[in-house]
């Protein structure tokens, strides 16, 4: 079987394997190929660093510590910056785009780009409002350090010490899980776990639970695996020391407020009722499409992905990472735990590691700071070079394939003297192959082998993290119903035994379908020990397979 590469080198199946199983799981795991964009930008800042981590001798002499002399050479790369960023837009067809760039503790440039919506939107400025999506775990790790300097929890303390209900497959992983692991992305737990139960409405309590039957990938502490849900105990465990509500509370007055993010949020409706926010589009090879805001997603994510906000806001959370901890000559977090949330746990390859909230890439001319962030609609960037006093930030109105991460990397290269290196035409050219493969790969079979009757499936089925659905004959497919949050699946026939399941676009999942999400898995009936058709296995668009076993037939 053939296996090309992805950009981080690893194996990628691309044609459809052998076995019926096998096939599932080769579609499972493209499917999840198909979101690395969204969760994570490693696999784009690898191939980049790599390809810049050349020799010291090769590098020119670093420009001035200084703030003065960095700010000069800022202002004298703007218009290289600001022509290079208007052709990557156009070639990913970005609607709109917002660019700060941060130099000690002055905002030295700032621009809007494009428009906030194609269809006779206003100009972008320094005042719209973006989804950031995981450039929010950042300011979820600041407040647990927070927390720490106040003496309401430690580092080290044992999550099951907060939350007793906390468990997860392993019994000594259970007890060993400490607070820094939460964010830390070294579970051990598969990439994007039980990210199928947000996108069909599952709330944070079922998400947490969900954890305890999942099966480990690798050893705890040793392999980086991102994931989102783990940090929505991070943030229960944080309101909990605070004595809040919940995270968000701690958000605003620990951060948002002494910041004077005036203009940043955390739910879809304070979005859509700001004056001057940016409209979502999703990225396709014919061009970027409008996506509506759901609550669902990113804003279930809490602490994960769920902050809007502003260049200008965006510009002051840099100054404050820049300043150690300091805004404006008050302190809100110690330098020794804001150090700790950028000191690397656990690494993604030789140049990356993972800190807590924040990715640290070596170069010889220092270490980049930085992390990415992804919405269906949105595509964001912050990123410093600590040693330098230099921050950029980059926010856009178009879902994450990769643009903001590599033009920030250019600009780091520009404005430390680097060498030249067109990472934005590279990036387009890989989303293109990747998203043709893709769409490729879930068309169906030109020679389908016949599907069986759809009755004798139909019955109810129950698995312990979606409990229980289920199944009824619909005309030429079947359709499945989760009970515990009433989303529907169209699951229709696609070869054989195997059914493509579609989200319906019904109450509060439309806007989610209107996301642009189709097909986001794939069923398989399956026969039991006792060689009855007892089993329902969801691939799922995470890479992992749910198994539901059937309780009865239909009555």
């Keep these: 079987m053939k296996r090309p590469t992805n ?11 052998s076995s019926q199983s096998d096939r599932i799981a080769s579609v499972a795991r493209l499917q999840a190929y198909r979101r690395v964009w969204g969760v994570f930008l490693s696999v784009l800042m690898i191939a980049a660093l790599a390809a810049a981590n050349l020799p010291n001798s090769a590098w020119a002499v670093e420009p001035s510590k200084t703030a003065a002399a960095m700010e000069d050479r800022v202002k004298a790369l703007i218009p290289e910056v600001e022509a290079y960023t208007a052709s990557g837009m156009k070639g990913f067809d970005v609607p709109g785009l917002a660019m700060g760039i941060v130099a000690g503790d002055k905002l030295v440039y700032v621009k809007g780009f494009g428009v906030r919506r194609k269809a006779g939107g206003a100009p972008v400025d320094t005042r719209t409002v973006f989804q950031i999506g995981s450039n929010s775990k950042a300011f979820l790790t600041t407040t647990m350090a927070i927390m720490v300097d106040r003496g309401k929890l430690r580092w080290d303390d044992r999550v099951v010490d907060f939350d007793p209900e906390f468990q997860l497959k392993d019994p000594w992983v259970t007890r060993e899980f400490r607070v820094f692991d939460l964010p830390a992305q070294r579970s051990g737990l598969p990439p994007d776990v039980n990210v199928m139960l947000t996108l069909l409405d599952f709330d944070e309590a079922a998400l947490i639970r969900s954890l305890r039957h999942v099966e480990p990938v690798s ?24 004595g809040a509500a919940d995270w968000n509370t701690v958000l605003r007055q620990e951060l948002l407020d002494p910041l004077g993010m005036k203009d940043s949020s955390y739910t879809a409706k304070a979005i859509e009722a700001a004056a001057n926010h ?3 589009y999703r990225w396709t090879l014919e061009g970027t499409i409008e996506v509506p805001f759901t609550p669902i997603f990113p804003y279930h994510y809490g602490g994960a992905g769920n902050i809007n906000s502003t260049l200008e806001d965006m510009a002051r959370w840099v100054r404050l990472q820049l300043g150690s901890g300091t805004f404006e000559g008050r302190r809100l977090v110690s330098k020794e735990n804001l150090v700790v949330t950028r000191t690397p746990k ?19 001319n220092g270490n980049i700071v930085w992390h990415g962030g992804k919405t269906d609609g949105f595509g964001s960037f912050v990123g410093m070079v600590p040693d330098r006093n230099i921050g950029i930030i980059i926010l856009t109105n178009e879902g994450n394939v990769g643009f903001p991460a590599l033009l920030a990397l250019w600009m780091f290269d520009r404005i430390l003297n680097n060498p030249k290196r067109d990472f934005v035409a590279d990036q387009l050219k890989e989303a293109k192959t990747g998203f043709e493969k893709s769409t490729r790969l879930f068309a169906k079979p030109a020679s389908p082998r016949p599907f069986p009757p759809l009755a004798p499936l139909a019955g109810h089925f129950v698995h ?16 499945m119903e989760l009970q515990a949050t009433g989303a529907k699946l169209k699951l229709e026939p696609w070869d054989g035994d195997i059914f493509i399941a579609r989200l319906m676009p019904t109450g509060r999942f439309r806007p989610i379908v209107d996301l642009g999400v ?8 399956q026969l039991d020990q006792e060689g009855k058709l007892n089993l329902l296995r969801l691939s799922a668009e995470d890479g992992q397979a749910y198994e539901f076993r059937r309780l009865h037939t239909l009555r």
Excluded: C, M
């Excluded at 656990?346 to 990715?359: D, F, H, K, R, T």
């Excluded at 189709?518 to 009936?525: D, E, K, L, P, S």
């Design 518 to 525: 189709t097909a986001i898995g794939f069923i398989q009936f």
């Design 346 to 364: 656990v690494a993604v390859n030789e140049q990356i590691s993972y800190a807590l909230g924040w990715q640290i890439s070596q170069t010889p």
């Design 219 to 242: 050893s705890f502490r040793t392999t980086f695996s991102y994931t989102n849900i783990t940090h929505l105990l991070a943030g229960r465990i944080v309101a909990k020391a605070a």
């Design 7 to 17: 950009s981080r080198g690893e194996s990628v199946v691309i044609i459809i394997a």
């Design 464 to 479: 312990p993290s979606f409990g229980e659905a289920v199944v009824t004959p619909d005309g030429e497919a079947l359709v």
């Design 278 to 280: 940016a409209q979502g």
